[in-house]
């Protein structure tokens, strides 16, 4: 018990972490509270404790601390929380969205819409990200020609565009705003192809260094160009995404 005591003041007199690397790629700081030939229990900076099984664990190192234990604050630039966003590098996000919105035949508003986001990107720090991206697009309208008078219906598209994003924090959640700005390719016989930007607001709530899920809200403005969208000004519709990064 004394040359315990004697380890952990010394430690925190050098100012030392331990630190955990996990298999999967993880890497978390803290203080080893108990380790056995079968797991390790880890105490972190904000008081969470992890349990993990041997096989789970590549390596234990002490490090110089990131950490101002006896000032209880993080060294400058220092995240502070469960897990250490990457600064740099690939981004990857896949989302789904639904949303309502004006009819872009007549003034009929409630007109459904659903698509799928695909982004290849590159995160240039903690704060800001930018990407191209592509997927799929259905949008609704009622017809009034003719015999299709009142019939409800949909026009596919395959968008291609840039991807803008701004993260407000580094912490675990996160607001953040984003904004796509492209063109719909429509195949269809009459032509519906059009430019499109779509400003959103989210949030992320991280489930590791590198992923997270995303909630947004946001709106998609459709540019008409053609006799087919009617020359309007804008078509709107509302939108409800959740998503993954990684």
Not at 24 to 41: F, K, M, Y
Not at 133 to 141: E, I, K, L, P, V
């Amino acid at each position: 018990m004394l040359l315990s005591a004697i380890c952990v003041e010394a430690q925190t007199g050098r100012d030392v972490d331990d630190v955990v690397y996990l298999k999967n790629g993880s890497i978390i700081r803290g203080t080893v509270i108990e380790q056995t030939d079968e797991e390790i229990r880890l105490q972190t900076y904000d008081g969470n404790i992890f349990v993990w099984h041997s096989s789970e664990v590549s390596h234990l190192n002490s490090e110089p601390t990131i950490y101002r234990k006896r000032r209880n604050q993080l060294m400058p630039g220092v995240y502070r929380g469960r897990f250490n966003p990457s600064p740099k590098g690939y981004l990857g996000i896949v989302e789904g969205f639904f949303g309502v919105g004006k009819d872009i035949g007549d003034d009929i508003f409630g007109a459904p819409t659903y698509g799928l986001n695909i982004i290849n990107g590159y995160r240039f720090g903690h704060h800001f990200a930018m990407g191209f991206g592509t997927g799929f697009r259905a949008y609704s309208f009622t017809r009034f020609d003719g015999a299709d008078t009142g019939r409800l219906w949909w026009e596919y598209c395959v968008p291609v565009y840039g991807h803008f994003r701004a993260d407000f924090f580094k912490s675990s959640t996160t607001p953040l705003v984003a904004l796509n700005v492209g063109y719909n390719m429509s195949f269809s016989e009459d032509n519906y192809s059009a430019f499109f930007a779509e400003p959103s607001l989210g949030v992320a709530f991280r489930t590791s260094d590198r992923n997270s899920v995303v909630l947004g809200l946001g709106c998609t403005f459709i540019i008409p160009s053609n006799y087919y969208w009617g020359y309007r000004t804008l078509a709107p519709f509302g939108n409800l995404s959740v998503g993954v990064t990684f």
